[in-house]
């Protein structure tokens, strides 16, 4: 994963994992982008900042993804997607991508 800072990889994936399950009509698919993407990055964040912050910023993945379904409902779904792919980028880049 050298060269490729976590956040993006991070942020990639909640971006790719719904554009695959939306462009597929299959979403077991698109949660198979996700998960890979999200493993990727947590071993990028150990890497770079440690156990600890991986772990945070995994289950902040988790929350990402998992808000923005309802933030969906309020802006509709890729500007949703973009938002908690936003918010993960920066996140990992305060916690951890600033490091390397």
């Given at each position: 994963?050298?060269?490729?800072?976590?956040?993006?990889?991070?942020?990639?994936?909640?971006?790719?994992?719904?554009g695959?399950?939306?462009?597929?009509?299959?979403?077991?698919?698109?949660?198979?982008?996700?998960?890979?993407?999200?493993?990727?990055?947590?071993?990028?964040?150990?890497?770079?900042?440690?156990?600890?912050?991986?772990?945070?910023?995994?289950?902040?993945?988790?929350?990402?993804?998992?808000?923005?379904?309802?933030?969906?409902?309020?802006?509709?779904?890729?500007?949703?997607?973009?938002?908690?792919?936003?918010v993960?980028?920066?996140?990992?880049?305060?916690?951890?991508?600033?490091?390397?």
């Amino acid at each position: 994963m050298a060269g490729v800072p976590a956040g993006v990889v991070a942020a990639g994936g909640l971006v790719g994992g719904y554009g695959v399950a939306r462009w597929t009509k299959k979403r077991p698919l698109g949660g198979v982008a996700l998960a890979a993407a999200g493993a990727v990055a947590a071993r990028g964040w150990q890497e770079k900042a440690g156990t600890s912050t991986a772990a945070a910023l995994s289950g902040l993945y988790v929350a990402a993804f998992a808000g923005s379904h309802p933030l969906a409902k309020k802006l509709g779904a890729w500007p949703s997607v973009f938002a908690v792919a936003g918010v993960m980028a920066v996140a990992s880049w305060a916690a951890a991508d600033r490091r390397s």
